[in-house]
């Protein structure tokens, strides 16, 4: 089991960029990694995923302005986010899924003027 820590998380105007990090403790090659985010009274959801064969998957409102990357060597995964919009305030959570589930702590990320 591996943990994860995320970070750049904060605030940041609609129409600007942020980029979110995800630093594991040990090796990320056999998981799928991926960003889910939970907004105050909903439920967690997807945000976007990576194999580390490439194989990406994003939910629909974020395809064309969330980028997911991953670099196994550096045990990092990152969330490019472009554009954001006030819909996309939530708190960000990495995950590593594979034999094991694992999650990290989350971090804010609040897109308002």
């Known amino acids: 089991q591996v943990q994860l820590v995320e970070s750049g998380g904060g605030l940041v105007q609609p129409g600007g960029s942020l980029r979110l990090s995800c630093v594991s403790s040990?090796?990320?090659?056999?998981?799928?990694m991926g960003w889910y985010r939970q907004a105050p009274g909903k439920q967690r959801e997807l945000v976007a995923v990576?194999?580390?064969?490439?194989?990406?998957n994003h939910v629909e409102s974020a395809k064309s302005r969330f980028t997911i990357t991953r670099d196994d060597a550096e045990k990092t995964v990152w969330l490019q986010m472009n554009s954001p919009k006030p819909e996309d305030t939530a708190v960000y959570y990495c995950?590593?899924?594979?034999?094991?589930?694992?999650w990290g702590r989350g971090t804010q990320v609040t897109v308002s003027s």
């Open positions: 995950n590593a899924r594979g034999a094991q589930d694992c």
């Open positions: 040990g090796s990320i090659s056999v998981y799928i």
């Open positions: 990576l194999s580390s064969g490439g194989l990406t």
